[in-house]
């Protein structure tokens, strides 16, 4: 399933493969580069399953828009330009006879292309700041569930940013709460652990309206980190500037966090509006070793198409229902069959799934009177993974009962919810 995820199994050349965060010991020659290279890491040898590479090219091209859009409006920080503009001859000199004026400019050599540099970044922080819609708009597709509830993500998931000489491996991360245990301290391990097993860390904090300073929740939520982020760059992201009413209230922000912790860079950005991603690469960037790609350049994420599935129907689960449900909910793909995915007429993909919940009384919620709610999550799933897919979805949803799963080491292995570093 995952294309780049821990690999257990030998690679071609003999030697173990590594995880991500891992590092070959002698780096490539690269003739260019700005300096010696101090890291390098095992190429990927695995290739992408095709389902990947048919995200991945959607993705790469949604990869470059935002990157060209972000680059107009994070005039703060612009991204440093990679080749001088030759000079065009102008119409007047070339009616000009060659004899009759100056000799034409020396044409001028192209600027040395920059060595690649790779390598992982978490993005962390409370819930519900923007870790997964940030994910999302940096890839230019949807491969995270992302709500207005609080705790939306689960497990870390890794999603891939490639351009010509950068990659980053971008780990998405639960948010980080005070953990009542069960569930939601897998979760909370789960955000650590990938904040330890990173090269660089984005911690995310919003904007509010009226930029009213910094919420002690976030403080909290820097403070969980303690330990495991020691000696690491460590980047303050200010997610949602959109919804600042005044630009102005952004700068005491800035001061109040910088007075708060050394950050290495502090960089502005808004998920939805995909104003100042290209800033936060470029700041990304930096910080990276210089290292061949990890990964061929056309991934763009570890997860399955039955994976990210999954999450969409978990995520329109947390929209539909109220409550406490929400939080007792996994959704387990029964089947995914895509026997009929190259039909040339009708296109399909059949998708059967449960919505497992730990108790009858939130059985009965999930399906709804006369089964009006779980005909609504289907709805509104089938929409989402017909988009995903690109082709017809036949969804059935069906809801079942785990009792306890949440509060039970067995109950969440059985779910899949196992530490995936
Ligand atoms: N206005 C505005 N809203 C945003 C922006 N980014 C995310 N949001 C909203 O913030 C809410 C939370 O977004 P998520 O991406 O799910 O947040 P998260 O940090 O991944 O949350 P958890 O998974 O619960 O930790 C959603 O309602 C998003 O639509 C942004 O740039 N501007
Ligand atoms: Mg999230």
């Known amino acids: 399933m995952a294309t780049f995820q821990k690999p257990k199994k030998k690679n071609q050349t003999g030697t173990a493969q590594r995880p991500l965060s891992q590092r070959a010991p002698s780096p490539p020659s690269t003739p260019e580069a700005e300096k010696p290279a101090p890291r390098a890491r095992p190429q990927a040898k695995k290739p992408l399953t095709a389902a990947q590479r048919r995200i991945g090219k959607r993705a790469l091209q949604a990869q470059a828009e935002a990157a060209s859009v972000a680059e107009v409006v994070s005039s703060a920080k612009p991204v440093p330009q990679r080749t001088k503009p030759s000079p065009q001859p102008s119409s007047s000199s070339k009616q000009r006879p060659a004899s009759s004026s100056k000799p034409p400019p020396a044409p001028v050599p192209p600027a040395p292309l920059r060595p690649t540099r790779c390598g992982t970044v978490a993005l962390v922080g409370r819930p519900n700041v923007g870790k997964s819609s940030l994910l999302n708009a940096i890839l230019g597709q949807k491969i995270a569930a992302t709500t207005h509830k609080p705790q939306t993500t689960r ?26 245990g069960g569930l939601f301290s897998f979760m909370l391990e789960e955000a650590k652990d990938s904040a330890a097993d990173v090269d660089v860390l984005a911690f995310l904090v919003e904007a509010d309206a009226r930029g009213t300073g910094i919420a002690p929740a976030d ?13 690491k760059p460590a980047l303050l992201i200010i997610n949602k500037i959109d919804v600042l009413r005044d630009k102005a209230n952004l700068l005491p ?37 210089e290292a061949p790609f990890l990964l061929p350049k ?16 978990r995520e329109k689960v947390m929209l539909e229902l109220q409550q406490e449900i929400p939080y007792r909910a996994a959704v387990v793909i029964e089947l995914f069959d895509e026997s009929r995915r190259d039909d040339e007429r009708k296109p399909l993909v059949h998708i059967a799934a449960n919505i497992v919940v730990e108790k009858d009384s939130q059985k009965a919620m999930v399906i709804g009177k006369g089964g009006q709610r779980i005909k609504a999550i289907g709805q509104r799933a089938r929409a989402e993974l017909e988009h995903l897919l690109d082709c017809q979805v036949h969804l059935e949803l069906f809801a079942k009962v785990e009792p306890g799963w949440t509060e039970t080491a067995q109950g969440l292995r059985k779910l899949g919810y196992v530490h995936s570093t």
């Open 253 to 289: 922000l800035l001061q109040a966090w910088s007075a708060e912790h050394t950050f290495t860079a502090l960089v502005p950005v808004s998920a939805h509006k995909k104003d100042g991603l290209a800033a936060f690469v470029a700041e990304i960037r930096k910080h990276l070793p």
């Open 219 to 231: 403080v909290s939520a820097l403070k969980a980190l303690e330990g495991k982020i020691s000696g």
């Open 298 to 313: 056309d991934s763009i994420t570890d997860q399955s198409e039955r994976d990210i599935a999954a999450e969409l129907i």
């Open 155 to 180: 497990r870390a998931l890794r999603g891939v940013y490639s351009d010509d000489d950068t990659q980053i491996v971008f780990v998405d991360t639960p948010g980080l709460h005070q953990a009542k």
